[in-house]
């Protein structure tokens, strides 16, 4: 049955956005046929094969950690949190890219993200998913997990709620909660428009109970665009709060280099700088392998790139603030601190995510990099691992040198720190796989409200 977008949707007259020539049915065309084909194409088999062998290897080295204990991580004294911790927050940083695309840039009306937010927001599901395994396999004992939760039971025996890692939970649990009720609902009109383009009947079955009876009506998209309209609005605040959340984790402690107010907003901004690194490395391949270069043209890439460099910025300064403090503070501690952040033990890995956080990032000034589309792949690969590096610093070395010299050691991830980590990457890119064979990675309603008005009247007069 075919849809009618409501009269009210914006037409966009530009070929920025969406190249020419394209019409509601060949947009409609396109996208959908990524899903409906019958056979999937090899580069996606191989895919989803590697990323499908290293979730094998997290199921291995999860079913080990069950079976030895947490002792296999190199966890010890002093250093009580190491790659579980590291990896959660850098996984949490990373979904925060689809929150903001989809509900922030949705509420400023920014209709470059039309072609970018849907994959985007599998992405912070994905990423989430993977962020929750880290703190849950930590505990220790993982299959006692909902004692973190409130429920109700017979000893009232409840969690402590001033504890920060109690504020994960729910900021947490609430974030995912939010953003797959805000993914499914943008999904409703597309999985309609798939029902009635299948060919098999279970294909026509399964999208026909998530479309959950959408038949374009005015009432429909009505009630639609308010539905999405206020899960834009719950999720905008979340942005902010769960990675700030997070943040407390660290600084409401004592411990120097943790101990910070700059910790809040410097956190929020890592996030979205290394969740848009990620839609980027996300984005490049799969507009190069499914030849979307007409719905993600290069204005989307070079709008990606113009907030990296300036939540990049962000977190320049929160790095020099934070050192400026330590040395400002006068406090002994948060002076070695900072000098062994520098030229410690760990001074490498320090000197390396300035170098991909701040210095390598720098080239995105210039619009001749912007317009490689190689280099800002690079880029975005590189700002990845050195986010990574930024975690690691941060819980590392502020805990191997603390204030008694006598507790001092040393901190390095062994192999199945390794593979859990190298496990929940395979796990998320066999997700993505799945998503970009089963559902439209391209809002297909959205994307055909950027069709120029003149071309729709011309093409539907024929």
């Known amino acids: 049955m075919s849809q009618e977008i409501p009269s009210g949707s914006k037409k966009i007259s530009t070929t920025a956005l969406i190249g020419p020539g394209h019409t509601h049915a060949t947009i409609t065309d396109k996208i959908s046929s990524i899903v409906l084909t019958d056979r999937s194409p090899r580069f996606w088999w191989i895919g989803f094969a590697l990323s499908f062998t290293l979730v094998m290897l997290l199921m291995y080295a999860v079913s080990y950690l069950m079976v030895r204990g947490l002792a296999i991580w190199g966890l010890g004294v002093p250093v009580g949190w190491g790659f579980a911790i590291?990896?959660?927050?850098?996984?949490?940083?990373?979904?925060?890219?689809?929150t903001l695309i989809s509900a922030i840039l949705l509420l400023m009306r920014q209709e470059w993200r039309t072609s970018i937010n849907r994959f985007a927001e599998a992405m912070t599901l994905f990423a989430v998913a993977c962020a929750g395994l880290f703190p849950l396999l930590h505990l220790g004992r993982p299959w006692l997990g909902y004692w973190l939760f409130p429920y109700p039971n017979t000893m009232s025996v409840w969690?402590?709620?001033?504890?920060?890692?109690?504020?994960?939970?729910?900021?947490?649990?609430?974030?995912?909660?939010?953003?797959l009720l805000f993914w499914f609902v943008g999904l409703i009109p597309d999985l309609a428009t798939l029902r009635d383009r299948a060919d098999g009947r279970l294909a026509r079955i399964v999208y026909g109970i998530l479309a959950m009876g959408w038949r374009g009506s005015a009432v429909h998209w009505r009630r639609y665009e308010t539905a999405y309209l206020l899960l834009a609005?719950?999720?905008?605040?979340?942005?902010?709060?769960v990675h700030t959340v997070v943040s407390f984790d660290f600084a409401t402690s004592i411990v120097p280099g943790w101990h910070s107010t700059v910790f809040p907003p410097y956190f929020v901004a890592g996030a979205i700088y290394s969740g848009f690194a990620m839609v980027l490395t996300l984005t490049i391949p799969i507009r190069a392998v499914y030849g979307l270069q007409d719905f993600i043209t290069m204005r989307h890439l070079q709008n990606m790139a113009k907030i990296m460099l300036a939540t990049g910025l962000i977190v320049a300064y929160g790095y020099w603030i934070e050192a400026f403090m330590a040395w400002y503070s006068g406090?002994?501690?948060?002076?070695?601190?900072?000098?062994n952040r520098l030229f410690g033990p760990y001074g490498s890995m320090f000197w390396g995510l300035l170098a991909c956080n701040i210095a390598i990032p720098q080239l995105l000034w210039f619009q001749r990099v912007r317009n490689c589309?190689?280099?800002?792949?690079?880029?975005?690969?590189?700002?990845?691992i050195g986010m990574w590096l930024e975690r690691?610093?941060?819980?590392?070395?502020?805990?191997?040198?603390?204030f008694l010299p006598s507790s001092w050691g040393m901190f390095?991830?062994?192999?199945?720190?390794?593979?859990?980590?190298?496990?929940?990457?395979?796990?998320?890119?066999?997700?993505?796989?799945?998503f970009i064979r089963v559902l439209p990675m391209i809002s297909i309603f959205e994307m055909r409200t950027l069709v120029p008005k003149s071309s729709t009247t011309a093409t539907e007069g024929k």
């Open 86 to 98: 590291v990896n959660f927050v850098w996984w949490i940083g990373i979904g925060h890219a689809g």
């Open 331 to 339: 406090n002994p501690y948060e002076r070695f601190m900072m000098w």
């Open 233 to 241: 609005g719950l999720a905008t605040p979340l942005v902010v709060s």
């Open 412 to 434: 390095s991830g062994t192999v199945w720190d390794w593979a859990t980590l190298a496990g929940s990457i395979g796990l998320f890119f066999a997700l993505l796989f799945l």
């Open 373 to 384: 589309v190689p280099a800002l792949f690079c880029i975005s690969i590189i700002v990845n």
């Open 159 to 179: 969690p402590q709620f001033r504890s920060p890692l109690i504020w994960d939970v729910f900021a947490v649990s609430t974030y995912a909660t939010v953003s």
């Open 392 to 402: 690691y610093v941060i819980v590392i070395t502020s805990l191997h040198r603390d």
